[in-house]
């Protein structure tokens, strides 16, 4: 835990993450607001107001769209961090924010809806490139013994994002209907934050060594970041990675999954990020508010009860963070999917009966603050964490596009399907989360193999039993040389097998 890598994960955490989870809360607050803003433009225009169902739908527009914008971000994530490297692709991305922040703050003044929606796309595409590059960066820079606490870093900014959406989108400060621009204005100061500290941090060291093959540089960065001049043994892990993988180049997403060798490695991420979206969650930030006035909260007080949920989020993603090293990834993620199972149970029986027993919507309020706090501990940020854990170098950027896609198209799954699924199910759709949280936790019981304190290779070796494939295997069947045919490569693969001499290169 040296000063610079405290700093570094603190720095692009606070301008990426952080305003993830800010963009996912900012919008409830004004939403009233937006909405007659919306209306008064569209009268202005044309001469008449707008009707429910359209105003209801550009709203509902404005919102998803952040998901489709993220899907773009993870697309395009991969080949900037390519040729630019994760610390530069940080850098690059609060371009987004910026551009985003303007054009939502501005959109009032200049009368334009329009800049509003655009706005929230393009803070989606800064969205989806954060989580595929902070992650990236924070598993390559932290040692292996604190990688899981470094990696819940972005889990723990991700809910102090939304915790900040919550307090200043409250009536004293920017929860007005003159002030809400300054809501989404606010995006720009984290990223100002990053631009002017990230420059002075160096690069991740395993770019470095294994895709720019630049020794010296990577040599500095691990002095940095580990704060000790001796750090030949962290090259010696990366150099034996490195030779594992010296014939191959960044392979693709087809290349990926098409790989045997990483089979189960690529369905755990879809596993881990499917369920991460959709688990629930989401419903129940849909829920809260009406959760709460049935409790006989006023509407007034609701703004800052909801403030529990927020902080909840934070102490419970700190928790985890203390603890992952200890405890591991495994118990946490299951443990984390199967409270919220019990806790999802006991809130449908809660809703189903609580304007028959008076006390019930109390305890429905704790189901809620413990479901959030089931998920923060761990489905909310080990998938993340293990996205970068569980595949080599150049595996990695097609990794994370993988599993972005997957987090980005269910987030939009469930803002576009939860209406229809609570409008038919009513309280017991609750049932349905369980019922996803089941499944993700029975998966990984049986094929997530716990990785702390582990290399990636060994990772991966983890792994090799179940793919039924060798890290010599993938790397002679999958990827040749260049300059050299498949067909020679498995000749000599099989010569040295032959003599009994086969290297093992991950040693």
């Known amino acids: 835990w040296s000063g610079s890598l405290i700093l570094a994960s603190l720095t692009g955490a606070f301008g990426s993450s952080f305003l993830y989870g800010y963009s996912l809360s900012v919008v409830n607050a004004p939403a009233v607001y937006i909405k007659k803003f919306y209306n008064e433009t569209w009268e202005r225009r044309y001469g008449f107001s707008m009707d429910e169902n359209t105003l209801t739908l550009l709203w509902s527009i404005t919102v998803s769209l952040f998901a489709i914008g993220g899907l773009m971000g993870a697309f ?5 961090l ?3 490297g994760r610390k530069s692709t940080l850098l690059l991305n609060n371009v987004f924010a910026v551009t985003a922040g303007l054009l939502m703050s501005l959109s009032l003044l200049a009368g334009s809806f329009e800049m509003l929606i655009l706005g929230r796309i393009i803070m989606g595409v800064d969205a989806g490139i954060s989580l595929s590059a902070l992650p990236m960066y924070l598993s390559e820079i932290s040692p292996k013994e604190i990688r899981g606490s470094l990696g819940q870093i972005t889990a723990i900014f991700i809910c102090m994002g939304v915790f900040t959406g919550q307090v200043l989108g409250l009536p004293e400060i920017f929860g007005q209907e003159s002030r809400w621009p300054y809501l989404f204005g606010a995006v720009i100061v984290p990223s100002l934050v990053q631009v002017m500290i990230l420059p002075f941090l160096p690069e991740s060291p395993r770019y470095l060594l294994l895709e720019k093959h630049d020794t010296s540089k990577a040599e500095k960065a691990f002095q940095t970041f580990l704060g000790k001049d001796d750090v030949s043994q962290e090259l010696e892990e990366v150099l034996a990675e490195s030779r594992v993988q010296r014939n191959t180049k960044l392979v693709s997403i087809l290349q990926l999954l098409r790989t045997r060798a990483v089979r189960w490695q690529v369905v755990t991420v ?5 369920c991460y979206q959709l688990c629930g969650l989401n419903a129940i930030w849909y829920y809260t508010n009406n959760i709460f006035s049935e409790s006989g909260i006023s509407r007034e007080t609701i703004p800052y009860v909801t403030l529990s949920t927020g902080g909840t989020e934070i102490l419970a993603s700190v928790f985890s963070g203390l603890v992952i090293e200890r405890l591991g990834r495994r118990p946490l993620l ?3 999917f199967g409270l919220m199972i019990i806790f999802f149970a006991a809130l449908t029986v809660s809703l189903t009966l609580q304007k028959t027993v008076h006390w019930l919507p109390y305890f429905s309020i704790f189901c809620i603050l413990a ?3 089931s998920f923060c501990t761990g489905p909310g940020g080990i998938p993340f964490v293990l996205t970068g854990e569980l595949f ?8 994370f596009m993988v599993g972005g896609t997957v987090n980005w198209l269910s987030n939009f799954a469930v803002g576009l399907l939860f209406p229809f ?3 038919g199910l009513q309280t017991y759709c609750f049932l349905v989360f369980a019922a996803i949280c089941f499944a993700g936790a029975t998966y990984l019981f049986f094929v997530l193999p716990e990785t702390k304190n582990k290399t990636f290779n060994e990772i991966s070796q983890a792994f090799a039993k179940s793919n039924k494939a060798s890290l010599e295997m993938q790397e002679v069947n999958h990827y040749p040389a260049e300059g050299k045919s498949s067909a020679e490569q498995e000749s000599n693969f099989t010569t ?3 003599n009994g001499e086969t290297k093992k290169r991950i040693m």
Request: net charge positive; glycine share 10%.
């Open 496 to 498: 040295s097998v032959d």
């Open 76 to 80: 395009i994530a991969t080949p900037i």
């Open 82 to 84: 390519k040729f630019l």
């Open 334 to 336: 299951i443990g984390g």
């Open 392 to 399: 080599q170098q150049s595996q990695r950027p097609a990794a």
């Open 371 to 373: 479901i959030i706090a």
């Open 270 to 274: 879809v596993v881990t990020m499917g």
């Open 421 to 423: 699924i609570q409008r």
